[in-house]
């Protein structure tokens, strides 16, 4: 028998196999998470609300199921029995959604997003649901109106965001996987900081109905795992075509499993981005960076330079794209439909002043900052300067990667280029907190898909950093390939996985006693069963 | 370009329905200033010649069969409505009138 701090620690992958091979249960393994959830969760905060009840029933029928044997049993997915969390931005049957605001606080949304949909078919536990920017407007989980989520690495550290639920439960050992959403890094950089691995698929790659929008034309669901082929797994369950998203593409869904289990790098050309890395970057981030090249050049790829001139604009476009998109967006949260209503004070009680009050009491800062400013870069006598120049700088990025890509196979960066800061160092800098996202949101610009795993400890910190791989748009596989390959040569060197380095969280320690972590117990009984 | 004001953020604001304190304002004009002036750059990147992106890969007729799909009962359509009445959205008055 595993006892649970063993089970816990398990890989996905690892999980499904002593499942399949009937060594443990579903019930133990998703009772271990749900008491891990409740001995640290006070502290770390990744979650918003707790499923127990639903997530041990699945985890029962599995186990009856493959019980009693038969074509039902072999039937199972690989991955069913194994629990998961879900970023709170993602709509659920029979929990609530908040997309961490006070304007959906106790929401349920009457039908499951496709993904969560997928979870159910392959029987898959849901842990709960996870803590996140508001809207998934942030890249440090701060602005979550439920309060943070923090760093298991160090609790007065910002686990990224926006997906900083998600990251944290992860490398908390709260949950063997989860979903995330990307719309410039928000599973990537959380993933970064938390020495977590997080995918960003190709857009279009994974069905977005029933993500709550915040830019269409960028936002990405994608998985949140500890290893490389964890990823694979998930990104195969929620994969592939869906006729309810417009955007889906049509192709069939390539062999991510198989490519993450055969990787490889002999003889593969990966680029350097040369407007990557370098000045603006943490130097332990730069040092870990180096070392991964100089392994992937061991193990036999050819490492190029190229230049992507472009990218220096992404970030101004960005700002310019996602508030526009998210302004048109939110409108729909007008206090009639669903969500809060509030009455203005005094005055008529007209449609519109309960809007504004509405929205002025549901909404935080950050959410109306982006909302005020997309508003503005779509007004008339704006437009074209703001909106259309941006929109016109896609295309320059896409040339750019285009460009990139025909020479190298895959491009390189470090995720982030810092490791993770404390909580409330960046809260009242909005600029300095969009800088988080600088490497990451050339990916959402253009479409194409981006990993990030674990590249080992910043020495002046000793905090994670990210290391970001990037395909062209449908080679998602080529990731995988790349990622499990860097993945098990770093591991080499470690002697095992990066997170073994990470606190346990249960030991006795100065910082169980710190007032800052006793307030993210209280707020962390939001909404929860647990 | 213009840079923002206190005036244009008020005006904003009310096009957006978002209601906003005198500080709120003060406060949000000073930093989407430091916000726009930090985009601006990204007018001058790209000549006339280059097209503009708006979706990072574009699919074309994109369309279903024109039968009917799943539909909500009124109840779920309801059920997150801060007022509803006998099967429908309640609305607080839309003119300001008596």
Not at chain 1, 464 to 481: E, N, S, T
Request: with cysteine; aromatic share 6%.
């Amino acid at each position: 028998m595993t006892d649970n701090n063993e089970l816990i620690r398990l890989s996905a992958a690892a999980l499904a196999e002593k499942l399949a091979a009937r060594e443990i249960t579903a019930v133990e393994v998703t009772q271990a998470y749900l008491d891990r959830i409740a001995a640290v969760d006070g502290k770390v905060h990744a979650f918003l609300h707790v499923n127990a009840d639903e997530a041990l029933a699945v985890a029962a029928e599995v186990d009856a199921i493959r019980a009693a044997g038969g074509a039902a049993a072999e039937e199972l997915h690989v991955l069913a029995g194994v629990p998961i969390a879900v970023k709170d931005l993602i709509v659920t049957i029979g929990q609530p959604t908040t997309a961490g605001s006070k304007i959906l606080e106790g929401w349920h949304s009457p039908y499951d997003a496709t993904v969560v949909e997928r979870l159910r078919a392959a029987k898959m536990p849901i842990l709960g649901k996870t803590n996140l920017d508001e809207f998934a407007m942030g890249s440090s989980t701060e602005h979550s109106a439920y309060g943070p989520t923090r760093n298991p690495w160090d609790l007065d550290r910002i686990p990224g965001g926006s997906g900083g639920g998600s990251a944290a439960a992860v490398a908390a050992f709260e949950a063997p996987l989860a979903l995330g959403t990307d719309t410039g890094g928000s599973i990537r950089q959380p993933g970064a900081v938390t020495g977590t691995v997080g995918v960003k698929p190709t857009y279009g790659g994974v069905s977005r109905y029933g993500a709550i929008a915040m830019a269409s034309s960028l936002d990405q669901i994608g998985p949140v795992s500890r290893t490389v082929l964890d990823s694979a797994l998930l990104h195969q369950v929620i994969g592939g075509h869906d006729p309810r998203d417009s955007t889906s593409l049509p192709d069939p869904l390539e062999d991510l499993v198989a490519a993450a289990r055969t990787g490889h790098v002999e003889g593969m050309k990966i680029g350097i981005i040369k407007e990557l890395h370098g000045e603006g970057y943490q130097a332990g981030v730069e040092n870990r960076f180096n070392e991964s090249l100089e392994l992937l050049k061991a193990a036999g790829a050819e490492i190029v330079e190229v230049s992507c001139p472009n990218f220096k604009y992404a970030l101004g476009a960005y700002y310019l794209i996602m508030p526009s998109e998210a302004s048109s967006n939110l409108a729909k949260f007008d206090g009639v439909r669903y969500g809060l209503r509030v009455l203005p004070e005094h005055g008529p009680m007209t449609i519109e002043r309960v809007m504004g009050a509405t929205r002025a009491a549901g909404f935080g800062d950050e959410v109306k900052r982006r909302i005020i400013l997309g508003t503005y870069a779509l007004s008339a006598g704006y437009y074209d300067a703001y909106y259309g120049s941006a929109q016109k700088v896609r295309t320059l990025i896409q040339r750019d990667f285009d460009a990139a890509f025909a020479k190298a196979d895959v491009l390189i960066s470090p995720t982030a280029p810092t490791t993770a800061f404390k909580l409330g160092e960046k809260l009242n800098d909005p600029l300095a907190m969009y800088l988080n996202d600088v490497a990451t949101i050339p990916a959402n610009m253009a479409g194409v898909p981006g990993l990030s795993l674990p590249g080992g400890l910043a020495d002046e910190d000793g905090l994670p950093v990210g290391i970001q791989l990037l395909a062209p748009a449908r080679q998602d596989a080529r990731l995988y390939r790349v990622g499990a390959v860097l993945e098990s040569l770093l591991e080499a060197q470690w002697g095992g996985p990066l997170l073994d380095k990470a606190p346990s969280l249960t030991a006795p320690s100065l910082s169980d006693s710190s007032p800052a972590a006793s307030t993210a117990g209280a707020a962390s009984s939001h909404g929860g069963s647990h | 370009m213009a840079a923002i004001n206190r005036d244009d953020v008020a005006h904003l604001a009310q096009l957006a329905h978002i209601e906003m304190s005198a500080e709120e304002l003060d406060r949000m004009a000073g930093e989407l200033a430091v916000i726009v002036d930090s985009v601006k750059s990204v007018s001058e990147a790209a000549g006339d010649d280059v097209p503009a992106t708006s979706h990072p890969i574009p699919l074309t007729n994109v369309f279903r069969e024109d039968v009917v799909g799943h539909t909500f009962t009124a109840e779920q359509s309801l059920s997150g409505a801060p007022d509803a009445y006998e099967g429908r959205f309640k609305v607080p008055a839309i003119l300001d009138e008596d």
